[in-house]
């Protein structure tokens, strides 16, 4: 019997992922970039696979290139961080207009 690469369950002969993990991987992908953390754990929890199998799930790093929670956060940091980045410039060029707006009423 193998293990399960994410769980550590017996996950069948020659499987490398269990059903239940097969079946959070496929959710993941379908989630990813779509919807908040909150929503992401919601949409994990709904495929009716235990929450602490969850857990092992996304605290798992098979392929040693960081767990799926660190894979997942870090997608929607860095979509976080452009929405932000977009924002900002924006806020500043209002600083500014605001500002020169101002400037003019004092001259
Ligand atoms: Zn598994």
Same mark, same amino acid.
């Given at each position: 019997?193998?293990?399960?690469?994410?769980?550590? @369950?017996?996950?069948?002969?020659?499987?490398?992922?269990?059903? /239940?993990?097969?079946?959070? #991987?496929?959710? $993941?992908? @379908? #989630?990813?970039?779509? &919807?908040?953390? *909150?929503?992401?754990? /919601? *949409?994990?929890?709904?495929?009716? $696979?235990?929450?602490? =199998?969850?857990? #092992?799930?996304? =605290?798992?790093?098979?392929?040693?290139?960081?767990? &799926?929670? /660190?894979? &997942?956060?870090?997608?929607?940091?860095? @979509?976080?961080?452009?929405?932000?980045?977009?924002?900002?410039?924006?806020?500043? *060029?209002? &600083? =500014?207009?605001?500002?020169?707006?101002?400037?003019?009423?004092?001259?």
């Amino acid at each position: 019997m193998a293990l399960c690469i994410y769980c550590g @369950e017996r996950s069948g002969l020659l499987a490398k992922i269990c059903a /239940d993990c097969k079946k959070l #991987l496929a959710r $993941v992908n @379908e #989630l990813k970039g779509k &919807v908040g953390y *909150g929503e992401f754990l /919601d *949409g994990l929890a709904e495929t009716g $696979v235990p929450k602490e =199998k969850i857990i #092992l799930f996304l =605290k798992a790093d098979p392929e040693g290139k960081g767990s &799926v929670q /660190d894979q &997942v956060t870090a997608e929607m940091t860095s @979509e976080l961080m452009q929405v932000m980045g977009l924002k900002g410039s924006q806020s500043a *060029g209002n &600083v =500014k207009g605001i500002r020169e707006s101002i400037d003019k009423e004092k001259k």
